[in-house]
């Protein structure tokens, strides 16, 4: 940053400090925000971790993790001790026996566990791989509450900025209106010179307004993100940590394809499919399950009449041992899981490429936005040296006043310029660090 900037940007903050206050942040704990009115600056770094805390999506997000956990859960009940109980009272006529095959009981207690089943273990696999697919939905979600809040926390910034510029455009515009009503007067102007300076005064307006709602609108955002009060002003930084990624292209496209969530997500659907297919390949295989079952017969349901020996406390145990002889469901499944395998694969390779491209594309973009920064930063710079020009010539009465404010209207306007080449470079970096998973490194 060049002599100038850096004192003309020390001067916009002492007097946005001094305009806006400042809010207490520190004191916030679990008991909430304090209610008193004086109050420290809010940090980027505070807005993103309380932007963290008090995300709705975040929080729906961490549920439904929950929900694919426990779904995984639910397949591998099949593979743990499962104990049922019942009683009940059956009439039968001729011999005793329930739908099903099973004779009727005053009590029974059953037991069941998969021993060796592949099709279910398969697929209690795939569950618990597509589970961390919802974990990764988290990490998605964090990334994309944390830049939403860095792009409205420094936009805002800029915002109160360029109201400053604007405020100081303004009463130039103002001077060289009144200078130009003088000589007007004096006939040294044509009237058209009157109109012309309000017009200029008018789109500065038009702009302070666009800015004030635009301040309005991102101070309810930050609010929304933040769960900040209505009650205190939201006061930002005006010095921001940089954004710059350190690496060379090869290196963020290795650091990219290591957290890209699409590429993690479309190999975890991968491997999700593998524990298919090979549970589909192993079903050719017996499957076998430990069972065991305990009753107590009635009296009065005619087992005498139908068995030689009756006895009411029966128990048996075993392993059911089941051998597919021909299953045509088997073939078809591992059919459908291979090629569901392969759609998988292909997906990967797909979403490396779309990485692969997109990180190219916002490298490239980075270094055009720096490069448009650079000619704003010397736009500006050679605007501060007209200035200085310009007033070193009024001092010794060769240029009227007119002239010196319109200079100073000229420098505002390259400030603002300026303003928004950096913001737009730093909002270009910030997506390039999301892209290769450097995001939180940087604002949390």
Known sequence: MIGGINGKRSLICRNAGLLLGSFFLASFCQTGWPQTQSSETLTLRQAVTLAMQNSRELKLARVQYSVALNEANVDRAAFRPNLYTGAGYVYTYGFPSLPGGGPPSLFQLNYNQAIF?????????????????????????????????????????????????????????QKILEVTRERVSANQELPIEITRGELELARIREKTIKLNNRDDILSEQIRTLTGFPDSQAVQVETEQPAFAATQQEPELLNLAFQSDRGILEA????????????????????????????????KFNNYGDFYKTFQRNNLNVGVVVTIPLFAAKTSADVALAKSQLNAAELS?????????????????????????????????????????????????????????????????????????????????????????????????
Do not use: C
């Not at 398969?122 to 974990?135: L, P, T, Y």
């Open 348 to 444: 990967v390779g797909n979403r490396r490429q779309e990485v692969r491209l997109d990180v190219q594309q916002k490298t490239r973009t980075v270094a055009e936005l720096d490069a448009t920064r650079e000619v704003a930063r010397l736009d500006l710079k050679l605007a501060q040296e007209n200035v200085q020009i310009v007033q070193a010539r009024y001092d010794q009465g060769r240029v009227t006043l007119q002239e010196v404010e319109q200079a100073r209207l000229d420098e505002n306007d390259k400030w603002i310029a300026f303003l928004d080449a950096d913001f737009a470079k730093e909002q270009a970096q910030l997506s390039l660090l999301q892209a290769t998973g450097q995001l939180a490194k940087v604002l949390q």
């Open 267 to 298: 190999e975890n659907e991968r491997a999700a499919r593998e524990h298919v297919l090979r549970g589909a390949h192993l079903s050719y295989w017996p499957t076998i399950d430990f069972v065991g079952q305990y009753s107590i017969l009635s």
């Open 117 to 173: 089943n592949p099709m279910l273990r398969g697929e209690q696999k795939a569950a618990e791989e597509r589970a961390k697919n919802q974990k990764l939905e988290i990490d998605r979600i964090q990334d994309d509450v944390m830049l939403r809040t860095a792009n409205a926390y420094l936009e805002l910034g800029k915002v109160r900025h360029s109201l400053e510029l604007i405020g100081q455009e303004q009463d130039s515009a």
